[in-house]
Protein backbone atom coordinates (compact mmCIF):
# COMPACT_ATOMS: atom_id res chain seq x y z
CA UNK A 1 0.00 0.00 0.00
CA UNK A 2 1.46 3.57 -1.15
CA UNK A 3 1.06 5.94 1.53
CA UNK A 4 3.17 8.53 1.43
CA UNK A 5 1.16 10.60 -0.93
CA UNK A 6 -1.91 10.05 1.84
CA UNK A 7 0.34 11.51 4.48
CA UNK A 8 -0.01 15.13 6.64
CA UNK A 9 3.70 15.17 7.58
CA UNK A 10 2.69 16.79 11.20
CA UNK A 11 4.73 19.01 13.98
CA UNK A 12 2.42 20.58 15.64
CA UNK A 13 4.37 20.60 19.05
CA UNK A 14 4.99 23.93 21.22
CA UNK A 15 8.73 23.55 21.00
CA UNK A 16 9.14 22.98 17.63
CA UNK A 17 11.79 25.54 16.53
CA UNK A 18 12.79 26.27 12.99
CA UNK A 19 15.02 23.86 12.16
CA UNK A 20 12.68 21.36 13.39
CA UNK A 21 10.29 22.94 10.68
CA UNK A 22 12.63 23.16 8.22
CA UNK A 23 13.90 19.04 8.87
CA UNK A 24 9.90 17.92 8.41
CA UNK A 25 9.65 20.31 5.29
CA UNK A 26 12.87 18.36 3.93
CA UNK A 27 11.40 14.82 5.09
CA UNK A 28 8.30 16.26 3.20
CA UNK A 29 10.01 16.80 -0.28
CA UNK A 30 12.00 13.80 0.04
CA UNK A 31 8.99 11.56 0.45
CA UNK A 32 6.57 13.44 -1.11
CA UNK A 33 3.80 13.96 1.57
CA UNK A 34 0.72 15.58 1.00
CA UNK A 35 1.52 18.11 3.20
CA UNK A 36 3.20 19.46 6.24
CA UNK A 37 1.05 20.41 9.19
CA UNK A 38 1.70 23.01 11.41
CA UNK A 39 1.39 25.81 13.70
CA UNK A 40 0.36 29.13 11.97
CA UNK A 41 3.66 30.69 13.50
CA UNK A 42 5.28 28.78 11.20
CA UNK A 43 2.91 28.78 8.07
CA UNK A 44 5.22 31.30 6.49
CA UNK A 45 8.69 29.09 6.68
CA UNK A 46 6.89 26.10 5.44
CA UNK A 47 5.83 27.41 2.86
CA UNK A 48 8.66 29.08 1.58
CA UNK A 49 10.51 25.77 2.41
CA UNK A 50 8.29 23.99 0.41
CA UNK A 51 7.55 26.08 -2.52
CA UNK A 52 7.55 24.60 -6.15
CA UNK A 53 7.58 21.08 -4.30
CA UNK A 54 4.20 19.85 -5.24
CA UNK A 55 3.86 19.56 -1.20
CA UNK A 56 1.15 21.57 0.24
CA UNK A 57 0.72 23.61 3.33
CA UNK A 58 -1.66 22.66 6.13
CA UNK A 59 -2.65 24.41 9.20
CA UNK A 60 -4.82 24.56 12.08
CA UNK A 61 -7.28 26.86 14.12
CA UNK A 62 -9.09 26.32 16.95
CA UNK A 63 -6.35 23.80 18.23
CA UNK A 64 -6.25 21.99 19.80
CA UNK A 65 -9.12 22.42 22.58
CA UNK A 66 -11.80 23.98 19.95
CA UNK A 67 -13.22 26.47 22.39
CA UNK A 68 -11.84 29.30 20.88
CA UNK A 69 -14.92 31.96 19.83
CA UNK A 70 -15.68 31.28 16.31
CA UNK A 71 -14.47 34.58 15.00
CA UNK A 72 -11.20 33.94 16.43
CA UNK A 73 -11.37 30.59 14.51
CA UNK A 74 -12.56 32.55 11.17
CA UNK A 75 -9.18 34.75 11.40
CA UNK A 76 -6.78 32.27 12.54
CA UNK A 77 -7.75 30.29 9.08
CA UNK A 78 -7.78 33.70 6.99
CA UNK A 79 -4.37 34.17 8.20
CA UNK A 80 -3.25 30.73 7.94
CA UNK A 81 -4.17 30.77 4.22
CA UNK A 82 -3.25 34.45 3.19
CA UNK A 83 0.90 32.98 4.63
CA UNK A 84 0.38 30.49 2.25
CA UNK A 85 -1.92 27.00 3.72
CA UNK A 86 -4.31 25.70 1.52
CA UNK A 87 -5.38 23.37 3.41
CA UNK A 88 -6.94 23.86 7.15
CA UNK A 89 -7.58 21.55 9.96
CA UNK A 90 -9.61 23.68 12.31
CA UNK A 91 -11.43 22.51 15.73
CA UNK A 92 -15.45 21.78 16.92
CA UNK A 93 -16.34 23.19 19.95
CA UNK A 94 -16.93 20.24 21.52
CA UNK A 95 -18.76 21.45 24.41
CA UNK A 96 -21.59 23.10 22.60
CA UNK A 97 -21.82 19.46 20.62
CA UNK A 98 -22.37 18.19 23.75
CA UNK A 99 -24.87 20.96 24.55
CA UNK A 100 -26.43 19.83 21.69
CA UNK A 101 -26.07 22.98 20.24
CA UNK A 102 -25.80 21.63 16.54
CA UNK A 103 -26.58 25.25 14.97
CA UNK A 104 -23.89 26.38 16.59
CA UNK A 105 -21.30 23.73 15.61
CA UNK A 106 -22.83 23.71 11.66
CA UNK A 107 -22.54 27.60 11.74
CA UNK A 108 -18.67 27.99 13.19
CA UNK A 109 -17.77 25.13 10.56
CA UNK A 110 -19.65 27.00 7.88
CA UNK A 111 -18.20 30.28 8.85
CA UNK A 112 -14.26 28.69 8.64
CA UNK A 113 -14.84 26.93 5.42
CA UNK A 114 -16.48 30.40 3.91
CA UNK A 115 -13.85 32.37 5.04
CA UNK A 116 -11.47 30.50 3.18
CA UNK A 117 -13.20 28.85 0.05
CA UNK A 118 -10.51 27.78 -1.99
CA UNK A 119 -8.62 25.93 0.49
CA UNK A 120 -9.09 22.30 2.21
CA UNK A 121 -10.91 22.37 5.37
CA UNK A 122 -10.79 19.37 7.64
CA UNK A 123 -12.84 18.90 10.77
CA UNK A 124 -11.18 17.77 13.98
CA UNK A 125 -14.23 16.29 16.11
CA UNK A 126 -11.99 14.63 19.16
CA UNK A 127 -13.66 11.28 19.15
CA UNK A 128 -12.50 10.42 22.02
CA UNK A 129 -14.49 13.17 23.78
CA UNK A 130 -17.80 11.86 22.06
CA UNK A 131 -20.48 9.25 22.13
CA UNK A 132 -21.52 7.23 18.94
CA UNK A 133 -24.59 9.57 18.83
CA UNK A 134 -22.01 12.34 18.77
CA UNK A 135 -20.06 11.20 16.84
CA UNK A 136 -22.75 10.48 14.30
CA UNK A 137 -23.60 14.13 14.77
CA UNK A 138 -20.18 16.24 14.43
CA UNK A 139 -20.08 13.85 11.14
CA UNK A 140 -23.53 14.89 10.18
CA UNK A 141 -22.69 18.31 10.68
CA UNK A 142 -19.20 18.59 8.66
CA UNK A 143 -20.89 17.19 5.67
CA UNK A 144 -23.58 20.05 5.97
CA UNK A 145 -21.73 22.44 7.14
CA UNK A 146 -19.47 21.94 3.37
CA UNK A 147 -16.01 20.98 4.42
CA UNK A 148 -14.17 18.81 2.87
CA UNK A 149 -13.12 16.02 5.59
CA UNK A 150 -13.82 14.51 8.99
CA UNK A 151 -10.70 14.41 11.53
CA UNK A 152 -11.23 12.25 14.05
CA UNK A 153 -8.39 13.64 16.44
CA UNK A 154 -5.98 16.77 17.77
CA UNK A 155 -3.34 13.94 18.94
CA UNK A 156 -3.42 16.66 22.09
CA UNK A 157 -6.09 14.77 24.13
CA UNK A 158 -7.08 11.53 25.41
CA UNK A 159 -6.74 8.97 23.08
CA UNK A 160 -6.17 9.73 19.42
CA UNK A 161 -7.98 7.70 15.88
CA UNK A 162 -8.99 4.04 15.88
CA UNK A 163 -9.97 2.02 13.63
CA UNK A 164 -13.69 1.33 14.95
CA UNK A 165 -13.91 5.33 14.80
CA UNK A 166 -13.04 5.49 11.23
CA UNK A 167 -15.23 2.71 10.22
CA UNK A 168 -18.00 4.69 11.94
CA UNK A 169 -17.13 8.15 10.44
CA UNK A 170 -17.24 6.26 6.60
CA UNK A 171 -20.86 4.56 7.48
CA UNK A 172 -22.19 7.99 8.49
CA UNK A 173 -20.32 10.01 5.45
CA UNK A 174 -20.94 7.97 2.69
CA UNK A 175 -17.74 6.86 -0.11
CA UNK A 176 -16.93 10.42 -1.13
CA UNK A 177 -16.39 12.18 1.68
CA UNK A 178 -13.16 12.92 3.21
CA UNK A 179 -11.55 11.01 6.56
CA UNK A 180 -8.27 12.12 8.16
CA UNK A 181 -7.31 9.66 10.51
CA UNK A 182 -4.89 11.24 13.13
CA UNK A 183 -3.48 10.34 16.71
CA UNK A 184 -0.71 7.86 17.49
CA UNK A 185 -0.42 6.06 14.73
CA UNK A 186 3.13 5.49 14.90
CA UNK A 187 3.42 2.73 12.59
CA UNK A 188 2.87 1.31 9.44
CA UNK A 189 0.50 -1.58 10.24
CA UNK A 190 -1.67 1.08 12.27
CA UNK A 191 -1.72 3.22 8.99
CA UNK A 192 -2.85 0.82 6.76
CA UNK A 193 -5.36 -0.77 8.80
CA UNK A 194 -7.03 2.87 8.85
CA UNK A 195 -7.00 3.05 5.70
CA UNK A 196 -8.66 -0.26 5.04
CA UNK A 197 -11.35 1.07 7.52
CA UNK A 198 -12.00 4.36 5.62
CA UNK A 199 -9.50 7.14 6.49
CA UNK A 200 -8.24 8.65 3.11
CA UNK A 201 -5.76 10.91 4.69
CA UNK A 202 -3.54 10.24 7.78
CA UNK A 203 -1.76 12.67 10.07
CA UNK A 204 1.72 11.66 11.75
CA UNK A 205 4.60 13.42 13.05
CA UNK A 206 6.20 9.65 12.74
CA UNK A 207 5.61 9.39 8.99
CA UNK A 208 9.13 8.21 7.50
CA UNK A 209 9.34 5.51 10.13
CA UNK A 210 5.44 4.61 9.46
CA UNK A 211 6.28 4.65 5.53
CA UNK A 212 9.91 2.72 6.09
CA UNK A 213 7.77 -0.16 7.82
Not at 100 to 110: A, C, F, M, P, Q
Not at 113 to 133: F, H, Y
Not at 169 to 176: A, N, P, Q
Not at 202 to 212: L, N, P, R, T
Amino acid sequence: MELAGIIDHTNLQPDAAENDIRQLCAEARQRRFASVCVNPCNVRLAAKELEGSGVKVCSVCGFPLGANASETKVFEAEKAFKDGASEIDMVINVGKLKDGNDEYVLNEIKAVTEAVPQAVVKVIIETCLLTREEKIRACRLVKQAGAAYAKTSTGFSKSGATAEDVRLMRETLGEDFGIKAAGGIRSRSFAEELVRAGADRIGASKSVEICEG
